[in-house]
């Protein structure tokens, strides 16, 4: 397992106006989306690449295609689904993969409420979208689900990270990578991440 701090220049910038308390709803999103998109580019660079001669414009140009394994995304709902389209946009081909958690009030772990795997998922690398690895809860059970299905390569990206999630999520499960634009200082009682974000689902959606 490694944890990348996608530590850009342009990233820093975003991340910087995207904490600002009194960002606009279509703002929040739309630099959302700009991270997702570079924390993707980040997260595909191993990504294996084949050599394919195709016709171009004076002939046959020998060009480079990515190769075998195929994505899915996995937007943990609700949030995620505010970097999906971000995602989406670097790796087109890719399927949707969706999962949704409760937290039950009795015993706090994470239960399933929606699942709805993309065919062949066993195939796949999957990449798992939620804009805040806070407790890393509702991760670890994502986690297992995809392994349960037969996932062997999966990676997460998060806008911002807690070290208290980040430390969960490493030492049950060494072999996921995890990016992030940042790690934060801690989560506060309630389970926010300070100086962390506010709460991502609502500004996103604009419920708040
Ligand atoms: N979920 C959020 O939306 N924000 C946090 O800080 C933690 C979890």
Redesign the pocket.
């Known amino acids: 397992m490694a944890v990348h701090v996608v530590d850009h220049p342009l990233v820093r910038h975003k991340l910087g106006i995207l904490r600002e308390a009194g960002l606009s709803t279509s703002g929040f999103r739309n630099l959302a989306l700009e991270i997702s998109r570079l924390l993707t580019y980040e997260a595909t660079k191993d990504l294996v690449t084949e050599p394919k001669t195709i016709k171009g414009w004076a002939g046959d140009v020998e060009v480079e295609m990515i190769k075998g394994k195929k994505i899915t995304v996995v937007p943990i709902l609700r949030?995620g689904l505010g970097m999906m389209d971000g995602v989406l946009d670097m790796v087109p081909g890719a399927r949707v993969s969706v999962v949704g958690f409760y937290r039950d009030e009795e015993t706090l772990q994470p239960v399933e409420y929606y699942v709805k795997l993309a065919r062949n998922i066993d195939e796949r690398i999957a990449l798992i979208l939620d804009?805040?690895l806070?407790?890393g809860g509702t991760l670890l059970a994502t986690i297992e689900l995809l392994k349960k299905a037969g996932c062997t390569n999966i990676k997460g990206l998060f806008l911002?990270a807690?070290p208290e999630g980040i430390e969960k999520v490493v030492t049950a499960h060494p072999d996921v990578d995890i990016y992030t634009a940042s790690i934060d200082e801690k989560?506060n009682e309630a389970?926010?991440?300070l100086p962390?974000?506010?709460?991502?689902?609502?500004k996103i959606f604009g419920t708040k």
Request: charged share 10%; no cysteine; aromatic share 6%.
């Open positions: 949030a804009p805040m806070a407790t911002v807690a989560l389970g926010y991440i962390g974000l506010g709460d991502a689902g609502d």
